[in-house]
């Protein structure tokens, strides 16, 4: 594992009681959020963690979203806003929002969730001093729905750790969630054509290492308009959408040998277009890598986990 500068910080007290607590950047990417968006700003502007710089970078809106954040300028110096002259699109605009941030610590931004007021401060206190990632849970919201703000207990379980393969198998590191140190800016810079969130998780798995904070923290909006979805959705089977992540994700620098195997024969047996018995051997035999997220998951229960995803991935699912 590298050296990483972020345990030159002190972690003997609380970061939120430290004379100098560290400056936390929001990075903020914003199109045509005109209907979410002041809540949205609100949950940050109040956050309790209060040494916070506000990067905003809207992509172009057509709607009253600028408008918006203009209102919010004039109540909140820490709000720096940026507008782009061509649309960007998703990932590029939130390349763009984290290398615009200044802070010692980033923490990624959607235009339309609500977050908890104490995100910030409870992400931070609860770091192990050794990772470069943290993130936290979530949970999805519908529009109109109310939110219990009380009930923070995660549904799913999280990754700490170098846990690159398990991670390569399912993404829980949604951009939403996630803080990161300055330091991992130029290893995850540009971004490539993939979730940008999986790629900047994958990345600081090997590069001191991701930390889950068991807590939502993040209350995320579904509606018609979410974007990560429009981007995202497979445009083609299942597998060859992840054997395609997989080939960007080997070429990190730093990745060990032997979970570089493992992501070549994932990507061997999609080429291979293997059958569905055969993915069932490897998906069980590997079960711990991607069944990890599932709470009070029994023996049984993995069986049956395997027999469906082999479905998915085989040449007749």
Known sequence: MQHNPCSNLLMSQSILHTKTAPLVSIAMCT???GAYIREQL???IHQTYKHLEIVIVDDVSTDNTRQIINEYIQRDERIKFYQNEINLGFNKNFEKAVML???EWISIADQDDIWHLEKIKHMLNNWNGKAEMLYCSSKKFKDGMAIDFSKTTPYTRGLTGEKITELACRNCTEGHTIIIHKSLKEKIIPFKNVPYDWWIGMVASVNGGIQWIDKISVWRRIHENN???KMFIPKSSLAATWAAYLETFIQIKGMRDDD???MEHCILLIRQKATAAKWRSFI?????RFFYYKKGFSFFSKIKGSIYLAQKLSSTG
């Open 284 to 288: 069980f035999k590997n079960r711990n």
């Open 227 to 229: 974007s990560y979805e």
């Open 260 to 262: 570089k195997k493992f």
């Open 31 to 33: 199109y045509n959020g």
């Open 42 to 44: 609100d949950s940050i």
């Open 101 to 103: 941030t200044t802070g």
